[in-house]
């Protein structure tokens, strides 16, 4: 079992950025993929994206894709997702997730194991 744990979520306007980071304990961290999902308000959470084992096989929403990037350092078994020119519509707790038996692709939630307990995000506008 890998616990996952998020951190930087706060308060920003729209058209700022802001990295959440989440880091891995437990597990082999450079063997498995990780990803992100979101749940806005009100909504279902939903995957925002995704990174293989390796760094080179990333996927991303269409909503967040030319914004959001998603990225790892398999020494510090940490996973990132840098968010720039957010917009209200980000606005979630987010999610972050290890998928221990993938290694390069994983995009639905029920390919990942473990889950953090959420990194709230708020956008105003």
């Known amino acids: 079992q890998v616990r996952v744990e998020e951190a930087g979520g706060g308060v920003v306007q729209a058209g700022d950025s802001l990295r959440l980071s989440c880091v891995a304990f437990g597990g082999t961290f450079r063997a498995y993929a990780m990803g992100w999902f979101r749940r806005p308000p009100g909504k279902e959470r939903t995957f925002v994206a995704s990174i293989g084992s390796s760094g080179e096989n990333k996927h991303y929403a269409d909503s967040v894709k030319g914004r959001f990037i998603v990225s790892r350092d398999n020494d510090r078994s940490t996973v990132y997702l840098d968010m720039t020119n957010l917009r209200p519509e980000d606005t979630a707790v987010y999610y972050c997730?290890?998928?221990?038996?993938?290694?390069?692709?994983?995009?639905?939630?029920?390919?990942?194991?473990?889950w953090g307990q959420g990194a709230q995000v708020y956008v105003s506008s």
């Open positions: 997730a290890a998928a221990r038996n993938y290694r390069d692709y994983a995009v639905t939630a029920r390919d990942f194991d473990d």
